[in-house]
């Protein structure tokens, strides 16, 4: 069993939607990131979290320790956000980010 | 600031031969770290550096991989010979303390033939 799972592997909308893509992990964390690869290859960071929910326009990131598990909701969704979202956490304290093996996310006009 | 800059973005080599990644971080920032992503492992962490010092390299897969950072505005990444297998996009990162959010370079696509 991977330590970081992401569901779901794949996912297509029509612009406009709710979208939720989802990371478990099965390390003990200080914190989780979430990560935005653009076809074109760059990888932007999208938020690191440890506790709650953050905000970035569109985008929400919750996480919840107890259960191990954070969500990615994509609000209104546009074809511009199509890329692909990974997770990542460290191993342990001060220890090497493992990653999730990514979403790809495809909105349609 | 121009972010993280890496070069080359593309390397085309043969079996064998000396390939040198060069990255340097955004100024300030105390942590850099080089990745690969492939196809079939996705993204993992080779090495990562505090303040010019190496930290962790257990994820370099072999001893044809050698990292350096000289000053803390240049990293390189060494493999030595190079082999097909180690076809990827290396990637580096650097951020300002370890549990901030890091800022990737562009990548640099290495295919080895």
């Known amino acids: 069993k991977n330590e970081v799972e992401q569901s779901p592997q794949n996912l297509t909308a029509q612009e406009g939607e709710f979208i939720t893509i989802n990371c478990s992990y099965s390390?003990?964390?200080?914190?989780l990131h979430w990560l935005q690869q653009h076809p074109g290859g760059g990888i932007v960071s999208l938020f690191m979290?440890?506790?709650g929910k953050k905000k970035h326009g569109r985008l929400i990131a919750t996480i919840n320790i107890q259960e191990k598990h954070s969500s990615l909701h994509i609000t209104a969704s546009h074809p511009r956000d199509s890329a692909v979202y990974i997770c990542a956490v460290p191993r342990g304290m001060a220890d090497k980010l493992i990653f999730g093996t990514g979403t790809r996310l495809q909105v349609f006009p | 600031d121009a972010g993280v800059i890496q070069s080359p973005r593309h390397e085309v080599t043969e079996m064998g031969q000396e390939v040198t990644l060069r990255c340097k971080p955004i100024?300030?920032?105390?942590?850099l770290f080089w990745y690969r992503q492939t196809m079939m492992r996705g993204l993992e962490l080779l090495i990562y550096?505090?303040?010019?010092?190496?930290?962790?390299d257990s994820g370099m897969p072999e001893d044809r991989f050698s990292a350096k950072m000289p000053n803390a505005s240049f990293s390189t990444l060494k493999i030595q010979p190079s082999e097909p297998r180690d076809s990827a996009v290396y990637f580096c990162a650097s951020s300002f303390g370890y549990y901030n959010e890091q800022f990737f370079g562009p990548g640099t696509r290495l295919t080895v033939l």
């Open positions: 550096f505090n303040n010019n010092v190496p930290i962790d």
């Open positions: 390390v003990g964390i200080s914190a």
């Open positions: 979290l440890s506790s």
């Open positions: 100024s300030g920032h105390d942590y």
